[in-house]
Structure formats: C-alpha cells, structure tokens
DNA sequence: GAGCAGTCGTGATATTTTTCACGACACATT
DNA sequence: AATGTGTCGTGAAAAATATCACGACTGCTC
C-alpha cells in the first residue's frame, strides 16, 4: 500500500506561495516535529513574558538553520513582523489549529499498569487537548482502583464505553503480548487514532491514525549517539565485497 | 532577547551550534530510527523461530519501500541471501554493533515520581544493554524506598555516586521546571548522554549526546494526523494579504 | 525624516533521502 | 542438470528536505 498520491501536478515546477500547505495528507513528519517543537517552546516562553520570539531564537535553541524556522513559519501560515519575530499569540493560535489541539479530544487508557498509571496521573497532555475519558485493564486487581481521579474499568465494559461516548483515541499501555489484537479489535469498535506505548509497530488500516511511541528505538538512538561521540564504535562499512566475518552465531539455516 | 545561555563553558556558545542535533558522523537520523526497529522486529521474529526475515516482509510491516529496507542493510553492513532473504542472527548481531548495544551501559535515573518509577521497573530496556545503577529523588518522602529493586537515593550522593561509578548516562524524569540546570550539572558532573523525558528541549555542549523524549509532541502528532483523516482540520491559510482574525490576545503593534 | 540594524520572505541551489529499474544469485522442482 | 521463481544488490533518477543569498520591510536612533 502506498499511501503516496501520484498526483504531481507536471507543470507545477515553479514554486507556488501557496506552499504546501493544503495537501489533504498533512504536514510531513519532520515539519510536523518541529512545529510541535515550536508550539512547545512559544508556550514557555510565553509564560516568561516575552511577547515575540524571532526564527534566529528558536533556530539557535533547537539546532537548526533560521531559515528553516521561517519556512515552517510560512507552511503553518504564520506572519512573523520584521525586527521584531513572530508574535507568540499568533504562533500559539495558529499551530493549535494546525496541530488540530482547539478542541478536546476524549480517549481511552487501555492498560493501568507502570506506564498506564503514569500516563493517567499526568496532567501535561491537557494543554494537547486530550482527555483521558476512561482506564480500562484486564487484571481484577486493579479494577476498581482510582488512578489519577479514573476509576478502572473492566476491559467487558470497554466495548459499550466506546460506543456511547463515540470514543475514536485510544492510548495504549498493555504489554506487547497481544496489542496488535488489542489494537484490531478498538479499530472494529470504532477507535480511529492510536497512541501506542507498546514495543511493537502496530499495523492499522488506512483511515486510522497511529503513533508507535517506541521508547526502546529512542533508547537505542541515544544510545548510538553516545557511542559514536565516545568514539568506541566502529559504524562504516565501506568494504562493499568484503565477505569478512560471519556471525558464528550459529541459528543459521541448515545448508 | 537572544540572552538564553547555556550556562556552559563560556566560549562553547559557537561551538555547539549543531548540539541539539543529532547525526554526529554517525548515521542520520531516519536511517537510524528503521535500524533499530528492524532489530526490535528481528528480535521478536527471531523468538518465533524465524531463522530470516526478507526486505519485503519488514517494509510491509513499516509500511516503506523494500528497496529503502536493502539499502539500510547495506549501510548497516548486513549482507542478504537471495530467495531467503537476512538471517536473523547476522541481523542481531550487526545490529547490536552498529547500535552499540553490545556492552552494558550503567545509568543512572534521575526523579523517581510517576514516570520514573514505571521506568525504574521496566525490564524491557535491559536488551539495549541499558542497567539502572542508581535512582535519585529530592523528595524526602520517597528517599529510601524501593522501586523495581533500587532504592531511591537522595540527590546529595547523586555527585560521588557519578564519580565513583563513573557513570556517562542518566535518564531525567524530573519535572521540566528545572530539568535544563540538572542536564546542566549532570554533564558537569560528567555525564555524556542524557535521556530527557520533561518536556523541554535540553541544551547541552557538542560532546554529551541528548534524546529529548517528548511524548507531548507525538501526542501532538497524532491528534494532527487525526485530525486530517478524519478531514476536519483545515490547515491552509491560502490569503496572503488578508488581515483576518488578528488574535486579539494583545502584544500587536499599534499602526 | 534619513539612515542604520535586525529580521522576515522567498527564489534558487545544494544536499539528503527514497524510489525505480534491472541484473545477479540462491533455492526448489522436475 | 536445467529451469523457474523469488530475493538481494546497486547505479541512476526522482522527490523531498534543508541551505544560501538577497531583497523588503520594520522599528529605532539621531
Ligand atoms: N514501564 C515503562 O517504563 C515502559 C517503557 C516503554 C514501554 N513500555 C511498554 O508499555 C506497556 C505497559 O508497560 P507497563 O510497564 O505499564 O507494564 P505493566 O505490566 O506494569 O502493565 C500492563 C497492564 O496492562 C494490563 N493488561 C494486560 N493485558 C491487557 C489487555 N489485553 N487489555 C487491557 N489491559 C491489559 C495488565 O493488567 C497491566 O495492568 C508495555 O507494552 C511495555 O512494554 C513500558
Ligand atoms: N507521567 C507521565 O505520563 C509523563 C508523560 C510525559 C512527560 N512526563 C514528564 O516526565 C517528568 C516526570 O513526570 P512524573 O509524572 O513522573 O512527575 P512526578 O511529579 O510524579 O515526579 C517527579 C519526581 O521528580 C522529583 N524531583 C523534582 N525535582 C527534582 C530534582 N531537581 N532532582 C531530582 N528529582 C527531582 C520529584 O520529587 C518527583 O518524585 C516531568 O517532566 C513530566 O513532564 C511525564
């Protein structure tokens, strides 16, 4: 599956001002992440006073180019003034409507354990936009409880909840152990974005949103990064012929 | 107001330009992002007995190109067979190489509140070589009680703990309020790799490598993926001299 | 009001990342 | 052993993404 419309208008060449920015699939990943990143940081500087923030601050802050900064700016439809930057007012009322965090979004926690109850005790995803309507597990432990003001639900009470309060986001806390099967059966009901914390790459279909919230791949990155900055990690492999060492691993199959 | 500094060395300023990024001759980031998910998913294939997997298995879990799959391969160092596709084993282990995940890597856990204590218990992350040394907290109340096997320590021996262990990573689960002046004293202290879950973007000096773990932005990103799927998001802010909807939040300049 | 300094806006350019096309090789079957 | 099918490997093309260079505009100072 593709999700890439071939739809490239042939003599579009020029660049239109219009940009991008009314592509029906969204913004590009990267773009996105840093819009995010600059609603963030407009948020808190905010919250010290400040009225404006130029593309040179924030490019400077995050380690990118400005001009960078101020073609996001464009794609998101913000004006920023000379001399002076981007009044945060307007960052912060814009990329709400972008990031689509103006009105509340209920979802569901599937999963009160560790990370579960962390998540459902957590205020700092209100500013997002999202509400955590209901909690949901399998153990008969933890049924019952109250988490973060939620009272656990049993999982047989999660089909009906979905149902009457036209639940469509679903945060997902359980173990890898089933979640595809977990994430399967909330798309039947009707869930149609999933925020998934389990170390698996969920697979959806198309009309659903999902974002695999992998921690281990994040582990791993900063892993690498450190490595390489210590120096003690030998990466390149330029031989390209060179059959050098195979893993004696053994596992190999049967020749 | 461009006064935020870093509170580093004073002559670092020019330096760490490219601090916050990432790719320090090291792989980019995307790449890097689909080899550790090959690995996680090698890992899990692996233990259902899979001896190989094939470019064309792990695109279409990911949802990319098979092509783009051979590609990481190569720059990875991992030669396929034709018909059978990557053994398994040569994948784990090029990986854990590649990723640095060969040797145990000591860390240290810095804020053991909702967040900190699920990490603290979460055994998943040990397969990226990572071992909690230590957990520190300022909070009186929790000091000296025991999370996942450690027990929390208070942050007066956080200092003789790093030395004497000679500890390069810590993971910051401390509230954001703050969190840039504990990165700040950690890297003084001699930490080279810092996992930030508080939502704030880290600073640090060109030689400490930094994940800043945002899960606001990625619920960011979902709800905008949301949002457009389901097509009641409009983005595009097409008029280009059209003084709409100033925000009326004040902090605009009088004509 | 004129000049200066700082910042945005954007077309052109460079770089990176992904896809396309096709040849080569390995295993299975007859 | 010959044939057929499925998969890897890779150079070239395409697309996406980021940077450069420079003009335009704003606010400040004198
Ligand atoms: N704790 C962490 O720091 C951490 C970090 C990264 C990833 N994760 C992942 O997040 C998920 C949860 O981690 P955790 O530490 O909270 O685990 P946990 O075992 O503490 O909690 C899992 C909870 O899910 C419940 N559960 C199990 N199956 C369920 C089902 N089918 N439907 C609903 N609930 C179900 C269990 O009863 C339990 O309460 C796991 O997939 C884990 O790999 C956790
Ligand atoms: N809980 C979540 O689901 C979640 C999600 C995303 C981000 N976060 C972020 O993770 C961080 C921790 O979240 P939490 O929910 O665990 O908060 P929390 O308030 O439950 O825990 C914070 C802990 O850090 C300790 N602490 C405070 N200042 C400290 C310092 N200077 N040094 C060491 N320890 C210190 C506190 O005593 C407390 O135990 C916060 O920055 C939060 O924004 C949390």
Redesign the interface.
Same mark, same amino acid.
């Given at each position: 599956?593709k999700?890439r419309e071939p739809s490239g208008p042939p003599g579009a060449a020029a660049r239109n001002?219009?940009?991008a920015?009314?592509d029906?699939? =969204?913004?590009p990943?990267p773009l996105?992440?840093r819009?995010?990143?600059y609603?963030?940081?407009a948020t808190?500087e905010g919250e010290e006073g400040?009225?404006?923030i130029?593309s040179?601050?924030l490019a400077?802050? #995050? =380690? #990118?180019d400005a001009t960078l900064v101020r073609k996001d700016m464009a794609a998101?439809?913000i004006t920023g003034?000379p001399k002076?930057g981007y009044?945060?007012?307007?960052v912060l009322?814009?990329l709400d409507?972008?990031?689509?965090?103006t009105d509340r979004?209920d979802a569901i926690l599937i999963g009160c354990g560790?990370?579960g109850?962390?998540i459902a005790?957590?205020a700092?995803?209100g500013?997002?936009?999202?509400k955590i309507a209901a909690v949901f597990d399998v153990d008969p432990t933890k049924i019952g409880r109250s988490v973060g003001g939620h009272v656990v639900l049993p999982m047989e009470k999660c089909k009906s909840f979905i149902e009457i309060f036209r639940i469509?986001?679903a945060i997902l806390a359980a173990p890898a152990n089933g979640a595809q099967e977990t994430a399967d059966w909330l798309v039947r009901k009707g869930v149609?974005?999933i925020?998934n914390f389990a170390?698996?790459?969920l697979?959806v279909p198309d009309?659903?949103?999902?974002?695999n919230?992998?921690?281990?791949?994040?582990?791993?990155?900063?892993?690498?990064?450190?490595?390489?900055?210590?120096g003690n990690?030998?990466?390149p492999?330029p031989a390209p012929d060179a059959?050098q060492t195979?893993?004696e691993? =053994?596992?190999?199959?049967t020749g």
């Amino acid at each position: 599956m593709k999700t890439r419309e071939p739809s490239g208008p042939p003599g579009a060449a020029a660049r239109n001002r219009r940009a991008a920015a009314d592509d029906a699939s =969204g913004f590009p990943r990267p773009l996105l992440e840093r819009l995010a990143l600059y609603y963030q940081i407009a948020t808190s500087e905010g919250e010290e006073g400040q009225d404006a923030i130029s593309s040179a601050f924030l490019a400077e802050l #995050i =380690g #990118i180019d400005a001009t960078l900064v101020r073609k996001d700016m464009a794609a998101a439809g913000i004006t920023g003034r000379p001399k002076v930057g981007y009044a945060i007012a307007e960052v912060l009322a814009r990329l709400d409507s972008v990031l689509g965090l103006t009105d509340r979004n209920d979802a569901i926690l599937i999963g009160c354990g560790d990370l579960g109850s962390a998540i459902a005790r957590y205020a700092g995803f209100g500013r997002y936009g999202l509400k955590i309507a209901a909690v949901f597990d399998v153990d008969p432990t933890k049924i019952g409880r109250s988490v973060g003001g939620h009272v656990v639900l049993p999982m047989e009470k999660c089909k009906s909840f979905i149902e009457i309060f036209r639940i469509q986001i679903a945060i997902l806390a359980a173990p890898a152990n089933g979640a595809q099967e977990t994430a399967d059966w909330l798309v039947r009901k009707g869930v149609k974005a999933i925020w998934n914390f389990a170390p698996v790459h969920l697979r959806v279909p198309d009309d659903v949103a999902v974002r695999n919230e992998n921690l281990a791949l994040g582990l791993a990155q900063l892993i690498h990064m450190f490595k390489v900055k210590r120096g003690n990690l030998q990466v390149p492999v330029p031989a390209p012929d060179a059959a050098q060492t195979e893993p004696e691993l =053994g596992a190999k199959r049967t020749g």
